[in-house]
């Protein structure tokens, strides 16, 4: 069974810290790109950074570019995004993804497997 399980969300304020973590099993960890996406009810899903586990390769959104920093454990099939200097408009419900195609983009429709999703709160 293939399973994405995302962890680590949570209350911080503005200028904190939280380091998310995305937890794959049921498929070859390196055959597949791994993106963060974020949500906002009423909002489009946004994407936020991605990851190519086999080499390393990242790209990320202009909006997190120099705050977040995404990582993998290839040991532990499992992704992390590391996200500093944290702004209320980070708030959102932040989902893990898994891309075969490893396109290293963020096309949503792409992406073959999703986690549940883990909150992510800002405050002020």
């Known amino acids: 069974e293939v399973q994405l399980v995302e962890s680590g969300g949570g209350l911080v304020q503005a200028g904190g810290s939280l380091r998310l973590s995305c937890a794959a099993s049921?498929?070859?960890?390196?055959?597949?790109?791994v993106a963060w996406f974020r949500q906002v009810p009423g909002k489009e899903r946004e994407g936020v950074s991605c990851?190519?586990?086999?080499?390393?390769?990242?790209y990320y959104a202009d909006s997190v570019k120099g705050r977040f920093t995404i990582s993998s454990d290839n040991a532990k099939n499992t992704v992390y995004l590391q996200m500093n200097s944290l702004k209320p408009e980070d708030t959102a419900v932040y989902y893990c993804a898994a891309d075969k195609d490893q396109t290293l983009d963020f096309f949503w429709l792409r992406y073959d497997y999703w986690g549940q999703g883990t909150q992510v709160t800002v405050s002020s």
């Open positions: 990851i190519t586990p086999s080499d390393g390769r990242t």
């Open positions: 049921g498929f070859t960890f390196d055959d597949y790109a």
